[in-house]
């Protein structure tokens, strides 16, 4: 990103958009980091309007004990050697003699212990990012340039107590120094001249590095939700239909260890509870044989759907992404032929479709492409059932979809004999990580579109005029985990809901009508108001409420308790309700 | 207009984005409120992407003009480049 750019994104902020202030700690003029981080994480909160307002120059630690970090709605910190102990930047006259160091370690090590402490003052539900020193300290040391000495190893050892700090809460994120180094070179880091002139440490190169990599640590990218992968050519190496099952290799003894690396990657997303599914113009039984070889490291089951056929590859695509039931805007696509990622390029345009290098290097940016991609904070258990719960629903989906176009509805007894269950948590529902990370991916089952940051998330779920429920499923087949978030406030005879998503995952198991039907009881109100708006992804919301209404749903809309009964199918579900 | 010219008020607008186009050849400090010690650096800043040149910082105090800047970026973008160390 152009400074430039980043000057005119923070500029189009709306005019009236809700404040979101994050609070910079940098001890150098920060005048380009600021604007950076602004900018990258105006992008991603488009309707508010971000102002990141900087602390003292001179004093990034001391940011934390004078500014109320609770207006904030993120905080960062650029940490440099300079602000642990002056003499290691290049402003100050203090010394750098031999003498001086053993005073400079202990000020660096007493800084950190403080700096540590005034963080430790940031409440959990807001998000902060630091960047630990990232350029060279000042030539304090009296060793060669090529050797590193006690005093630089001790120096380093400083810092670690912090991240050590850090690790233990899930608010806390440091820039990974491999992520930095990667695109901002050591020698182009410094910007010496104007430091000396103006205070401003870091070349404008280097600040759009940082800037980008605290925003992102603290506004991330919703993780994409499933790889569809191409196998020839791409899962291994050959073309297991001219060659044969034997004929095909994934292994450094055949020159094609790119492609186990790759099955092992792959391996680890769907541990994670990344959706795989293959998509390849083959003979299904020959693949098959191909997956049923001892040394096959993407195990069969990780995958799913395995769309194998001579058809084209976005008809697989969409097959796919149906019995997924996610957006392509989710997904990402993995081919080695050109032709076949452009054909599903153009079918899907905001489908992210990566083609599997020849080269290592190539291979290697892939790789790391992917991990950025997939990356996420945390492993929860549900991530764990996406998989299962997306094959176990496929009857459901085929049944609900039959009983749309007409066809031969059985959808009562699936669900008749499903033995589903659904439970109801009201008391934990704002304090799980589960329920805002849900509220912020889910599109299509979305009353609002509405996202919430961490601290607009603690005020929600802090309100005590308000309620936050989350609702978890399990049936016969095993459990889906938590699939929906529900909240709102009760305003006399009427119950005012502004706040539900639900997993695709949930879907045809009439989880929906059960909460409906479950507020209902349990507020004992005769009207549901839902603060809905239409946006582009929510439609199965949208049909959900035209087949209460009878009609398709306006902004805002109320329920009346006998319509909804009057439309509801029947529920078979057990029903537990956490108070 | 030159095109020099016509790419420094772009510059302005940008930097200063609350001063009118029309007024931006007669901007200074004391025309332009944002125009302070910060408000010069993001011009400058700009000014360096758009014209690829390295801006000297030390000069700001003396371009304290639409006409002193657009004088500056002429010679800079005239004279042949120079390494400019730690840069």
């Known amino acids: ?579 | 207009m030159s095109d020099i010219q016509s790419r420094l008020v772009v510059c302005f607008a940008i930097a200063f984005p609350e001063v009118p186009t029309s007024a931006v050849t007669d901007a200074s400090p004391e025309t332009v409120a944002a125009w302070d010690s910060i408000g010069v650096i993001a011009l400058a800043s700009v000014i360096e992407e758009e014209f690829a040149i390295a801006f000297d910082l030390e000069r700001l105090p003396d371009l304290n003009s639409f006409d002193a800047m657009r004088r500056y970026v002429e010679q800079q973008v005239a004279a042949p480049r120079r390494g400019d160390a730690g840069r």
């Open chain 1, 1 to 579: 990103m152009r400074f430039a750019e980043a000057l005119k994104i923070l500029q189009s902020a709306p005019t009236d958009g809700a404040p979101f202030k994050v609070l910079l700690g940098c001890g150098f003029t920060p005048i380009h980091v600021q604007t950076f981080l602004g900018a990258h994480i105006q992008r991603r909160v488009r309707d508010r309007r971000v102002r990141v307002i900087a602390g003292a120059y001179g004093d990034a630690i001391g940011t934390f004990d004078r500014q109320d970090v609770d207006q904030f709605a993120a905080c960062a910190l650029v940490l440099e050697w300079a602000d642990l102990d002056a003499r290691l930047g290049f402003r100050r006259l203090g010394g750098w003699g031999p003498g001086k160091l053993a005073d400079i370690l202990r000020g660096a090590e007493a800084q950190v212990a403080r700096l540590t402490e005034l963080l430790e003052r940031v409440p959990t539900h807001i998000p902060l990012a630091v960047s630990l020193p990232t350029l060279r300290p000042a030539p304090v040391f009296f060793q060669t340039g090529w050797e590193a000495g006690s005093a630089e190893f001790e120096l380093r050892r400083c810092v670690v107590p912090l991240s050590s700090w850090a690790v233990g809460r899930p608010n806390v994120h440091i820039v990974s120094p491999y992520a930095i180094d990667q695109r901002s070179a050591v020698s182009a880091r410094l910007d010496f001249k104007n430091e000396l002139v103006a205070g401003i440490s870091y070349t404008q190169s280097h600040s759009a590095t940082v800037g980008e990599a605290l925003a992102n640590l603290l506004q991330p990218v919703s993780p994409k939700k499933g790889l569809i992968t191409d196998l020839d050519g791409t899962l291994w190496r050959g073309i297991v239909g001219d060659v044969g099952v034997d004929g095909v290799f994934w292994d450094l003894d055949n020159q094609s260890q790119l492609h186990g690396l790759y099955q092992q990657l792959l391996v680890s997303l769907a541990e994670e509870g990344v959706l795989i599914a293959v998509a390849s113009r083959n003979n299904p039984a020959v693949v098959g044989e191909a997956f049923a070889r001892s040394d096959m490291v993407l195990r069969k089951d990780l995958v799913f759907p395995m769309e194998v056929h001579w058809n084209k590859k976005s008809d697989s695509v969409r097959r796919i992404l149906d019995a997924w039931n996610v957006g392509a805007e989710a997904v990402v696509f993995v081919d080695d032929s050109p032709m076949e990622l452009a054909e599903v390029q153009t079918a899907y345009p905001e489908m992210e479709c990566l083609p599997f290098p020849e080269g290592p290097g190539d291979a290697l940016a892939l790789f790391y492409r992917l991990r950025d991609l997939f990356g996420r904070d945390r492993i929860g258990a549900e991530d764990a059932l996406r998989r299962e719960s997306l094959r176990s629903a496929a009857p459901l989906r085929a049944s609900s979809n039959a009983t749309e176009q007409g066809g031969e509805a059985n959808t009562d007894s699936l669900l008749r004999e499903a033995e589903g269950a659904v439970a109801f948590d009201f008391r934990t529902a704002g304090t799980t990580p589960r329920s805002l990370e849900l509220v912020n991916k889910t599109n299509q089952f979305n009353l609002n579109g509405r996202r919430y940051s961490d601290a607009d998330w603690h005020g929600v779920t802090s309100d005590a005029g308000r309620f936050v429920v989350s609702v978890s499923y399990k049936d016969k087949f095993g459990p889906l985990g938590t699939i929906a978030v529900i909240g709102g406030e009760l305003a006399g005879t009427s119950l005012l809901v502004d706040l539900w998503v639900m997993s695709c995952r949930a879907f045809a198991r009439r989880v929906e009508h059960r909460s409906v039907a479950t507020l209902f009881e349990r507020f004992g109100v005769d009207t549901i108001t839902f603060d809905y708006a239409p946006t582009t992804r929510n439609e199965p919301l949208q049909k959900f409420f035209t087949a209460v209404l009878g009609t398709s749903p306006t902004a805002p809309m109320s329920v009346s308790r006998d319509g909804f009964f009057a439309h509801c199918p029947p529920l078979y579900h057990s029903v537990t309700v956490d108070e």
